[in-house]
């Protein structure tokens, strides 16, 4: 508790020179957005960030390279996609470049700073008290006008880092963009008068089309099909 004290005078202080980030990003607007403001986050309120570290512009650029020639099926390298550790070699993000930023996040009362299997990003646990103090920000709860079930944490105005760390991180997700939510006339919608037929036995999915559907229609072969030999399927 002390540490965290002390950490919150230096940053509020002035002891640092802070960059903020996402400048190109517009802030919570009452008048155009469907989300309410409400009152902040208790302190101790359990917030989990996602911390994007910065790659220069020419890891980023063979990355880009790679993920158009294993796409283009006109390519000699199409369909030969690379294993997690040989992306984590190509993005090359270097550890003392993590450790700076793992290390801040720990120091300003994160309980945990996880480093994805790629080392691009880093999932951050925080309390919102503490969060709202490394990252020089406001933080409020927000709900939907429509979707009213829904309740997020957000920072109504941009957000900053120090000097020394905002060079190593590009984004700190989960904390200006709001998510895009179903309109609320496709909310809960039937298709017991479709007629679609389909091998669905829950009433969960009847007469709805579903990948089991679309398999079904199009002869696709399943995964206990010897005719499924050499199957693959890539989602992003």
Not at 4 to 10: A, E, K
Not at 104 to 125: C, L, N, P, Q
């Amino acid at each position: 508790m002390v540490s965290r004290l002390i950490f919150g005078l230096l940053v509020s202080g002035g002891n640092a020179d802070w960059v903020v980030k996402e400048r190109e990003v517009p802030t919570y607007n009452a008048q155009t957005s469907m989300w309410v403001k409400q009152e902040s986050p208790s302190t101790d309120h359990p917030l989990t960030l996602t911390v994007g570290l910065s790659l220069d512009d020419a890891r980023r650029n063979e990355l880009e390279r790679i993920f158009w020639e294993v796409s283009d099926p006109e390519h000699i390298n199409y369909g030969k996609y690379r294993s997690v550790a040989e992306i984590s070699e190509v993005l090359a993000v270097p550890q003392d470049h993590i450790d700076i930023v793992s290390k801040y996040f720990i120091e300003a009362g994160a309980t945990s700073a996880v480093v994805a299997a790629a080392r691009d990003t880093i999932k951050v646990t925080i309390p919102a008290g503490a969060a709202a103090v490394a990252l020089n920000t406001k933080l409020h709860h927000f709900t939907h006008a429509e979707h009213t079930q829904m309740r997020i944490v957000r920072a109504s105005r941009h957000y900053a880092l120090p000097e020394h760390v905002a060079e190593h991180v590009s984004i700190v997700g989960e904390l200006l963009q709001f998510p895009r939510l179903p309109l609320k006339e496709l909310r809960n919608l039937s298709a017991s008068e479709s007629g679609w037929p389909n091998a669905c036995e829950s009433a969960s999915c009847a007469n709805l089309v579903t990948p089991a559907v679309l398999a079904q229609r199009y002869k696709i072969p399943t995964s206990t099909s010897q005719n499924a030999a050499g199957n693959s399927m890539a989602v992003s």
